[in-house]
């Protein structure tokens, strides 16, 4: 209920702050509108951004985006190993490495569509909590009595509280991809799926120990918007993870990176899935994104600490981290 209302309020704002805008364009004589001793006769709000190297109305952008998903949600992993040669199964693991989940976290996968992030969270998840078994079974090989006892009395209380992962992405047609290859995986326990905004999260303030983005902040229309509503959700003490592609750090590989990125990537797209132009978006959205370190101060602005980031493969991909205080 909480989270329902926060929305309804932001979506007036949202709408008050546009209307703001369109008077403050007609009184300082902006296109569309007409001032002086004349009536003003229409208002405009002319805010822009860009999708890939074309702008567009900021209200357009997330249209075009849900589209461009929307298009390549059945190839979508298929295009994923095609283009990165299986490397982008690597930078997940590496994510995961870095994020370390030990038994009992809640994560947030946001943009998280075909669950490559979920279902390798819970994955290490078991993982942990198997390696706690087992050293736990190797301690108490020879117990006495006592322990025995002490054992059975505290084993419910020490009990950690179930990991659980929820997808949330704005696109359905993702989530779907998703859920069914979950479902052929045997991946169902503790794992849900949301259809959700990365700009207005609907979840309560405080829910979850790990929040993370992978591949999908660039496509964002307001970024800082959406860093602001991962903090919110995050606990206290919880962690920010953003895997995204970033800038090259060698001069050579960033010559051939980019040859490679705008002569092969959408001919790929066009001969495995059919669609030229959603890669071509794709692969402008990569270099429209700001730098590590730029990605690093916008983190720091919306209110996180002890951000920092990591280079795979380069500076092809880059690992972002921060927490909440």
Known sequence: ??????????????????????????????????????????????????????????????????????????????????????????????????????????????????????????????????????RSARSMQTPSWQDISNNYSTEDEERPQESRAVVCDINKEMLKVGKQKGDSMGISAGLSWVVGDAEELPF???????????????????????????????????????????????PVLARLYDAYSFQMIPVLGEVIAGDWKSYQYLVESIHKFPDQEAFKHMIEDAGFYCVQYYNFTGGVVAIHSGFKL
Not at 215 to 236: S, Y
Request: contains cysteine.
């Open 1 to 134: 209920m909480a989270a329902s209302m926060r929305l309804l309020v932001k979506r007036v704002i949202r709408l008050s702050h546009g209307n703001f805008n369109a008077t403050a364009a007609g009184v300082s004589g902006r296109s569309g509108c007409c001032w002086g001793t004349t009536s003003c006769c229409c208002f405009s709000d002319d805010r822009s951004t860009h999708f890939g190297f074309e702008t567009v109305p900021e209200a357009e952008k997330a249209k075009r985006v849900y589209k461009v998903f929307e298009n390549v949600a059945q190839k979508y992993d298929i295009m994923n190993d095609a283009m990165s040669l299986g490397i982008h199964r690597l930078w997940k693991d590496s994510l995961l490495h870095v994020m370390n989940p030990q038994p009992g976290a809640q994560l947030l996968d946001v943009a998280g569509g075909t669950g490559d992030i979920a279902f390798r969270f819970l994955e290490y998840v078991r993982s942990q909590q198997e390696r706690q078994r087992r």
């Open 204 to 250: 309560d303030d405080d829910q979850f120990d790990i929040y993370t983005i992978a591949f999908g902040i660039r496509n964002v229309t307001h970024i800082d918007q959406a860093l602001q509503e991962a903090l919110r959700i995050l606990k206290p003490g919880g962690r920010f993870l953003c895997l995204e592609f970033s800038k090259v750090t060698n």
